[in-house]
């Protein structure tokens, strides 16, 4: 039986998909539109995605080994379940559930992800693998991503390829937090 997230991290999840709605009156550095990727099938997408890399967040804080499973469902959601380690790669597991829906039908790119009504959060997926190896989602204001894989490791090549293209959509790639997952025996 899974564990769930503290009363703590669940407040704490609540204000970041608040914040994350919220429009800053700060001025910031023009950036272009964020693309997303031409089409996602969302079967395809179905299954367990291991985080390679994200842009610290306070509804991550002190995760590790960080995985998230997507199960299509009946009326054409999804089901989201987050899991990960707190403290170190071996820690005590947590995860919460939500639900996932498209907002784009011509792409399927871009979807709203709920863990609590009445708040969600954008959830754009602004690069994918021809093959659905690695994906890359990423939020219209640049606040939150994730570089995500079907395998724990993602070979450094095609690490570099992914950072380059962020940077041509305008991330900060130095932000990235490489996420630490037990060693493979």
């Known amino acids: 039986m899974r564990k769930y997230i503290s ?3 669940i407040i ?3 204000c970041g998909l608040f914040l994350s709605t919220c429009t800053t009156t700060g001025k910031k550095k023009d950036l272009q539109k964020l693309e997303v990727v ?3 099938d969302l079967n395809r997408y179905a299954g ?3 985080e390679i890399a994200r842009y610290p967040n306070r509804f991550q804080k002190d995760c590790y080994a960080t995985s998230v499973t ?3 469902q009946k009326d054409g959601t999804v089901e989201v379940i987050n899991t990960c380690r707190s403290g170190s790669v071996n820690g005590k597991e947590k995860s919460i559930r939500g639900k996932a829906w498209s907002v784009d039908p011509q792409t399927q790119a871009k979807l709203k992800v709920q863990f609590f009504w009445p708040f969600r959060g954008d959830y754009w997926v602004i690069q994918l693998d021809e093959n659905y190896q690695y994906a890359v989602v990423g939020h ?3 606040t939150y991503l994730w570089i995500l894989s079907r395998t724990p490791s993602l070979d450094e090549q095609t690490y570099a390829a992914i950072l380059g293209r962020l940077q041509e959509q305008g991330y900060d790639t130095s932000k990235l ?3 630490q997952h037990p060693e493979v025996r």
């Open 7 to 9: 009363l703590m991290g």
């Open 12 to 14: 704490t999840i609540l």
């Open 38 to 40: 031409p089409w996602v």
């Open 48 to 50: 367990t995605w291991y």
């Open 70 to 72: 997507y199960t299509i």
């Open 140 to 142: 219209p204001k640049r």
């Open 177 to 179: 937090l490489r996420t």
